[in-house]
């Protein structure tokens, strides 16, 4: 993928993802009875996903409950230092005319396209999600 293909790609998606939680949060805040579940396999298996409770999770997060956030899903701390902190990262790049994300990307992708590191972080995605299956999510 080039850069600037990247770059926007991620942009857009913390973008998205920055919306929905002030969306979420409005909603959430608003009114107890609309139900917010967005994950469509939850909504057509009602069987959490692997990401199911990333949304609540990342809100702990801002409200300065780590433990909470990593019971309800672990994935939300990734998330939310890619959310908040990659943009700032593009930033950088942009005005020192610097490609270290790209650099950063390439060398994440290669290692995690390892053979042994793919099994792995998959293996790590199946006990998150029979975890959110036990959790009821």
Request: glycine content about 4%; hydrophobic content about 50%.
């Amino acid at each position: 993928m080039k850069k600037n293909k990247l770059y926007n790609l991620v942009l857009t998606a913390c973008f998205l993802g920055c919306s929905w939680l002030f969306f979420f949060e409005f909603f959430a805040h608003s009114s107890s009875n609309i139900d917010l579940t967005a994950c469509l396999f939850k909504r057509i298996t009602t069987i959490p996903c692997p990401s199911c409770g990333v949304t609540r999770a990342i809100q702990e997060i801002i409200q300065g409950n780590i433990i909470s956030s990593l019971l309800i899903n672990p994935f939300g701390i990734i998330v939310a230092l890619i959310m908040f902190g990659v943009p700032f990262w593009i930033i950088y790049d942009y005005l020192s005319k610097k490609e270290t994300f790209y650099t950063f990307y390439l060398k994440a992708e290669s290692i995690i396209r390892t053979k042994k590191i793919a099994i792995f972080l998959v293996f790590l995605v199946l006990l998150n999600w029979i975890w959110n299956i036990y959790k009821q999510l």
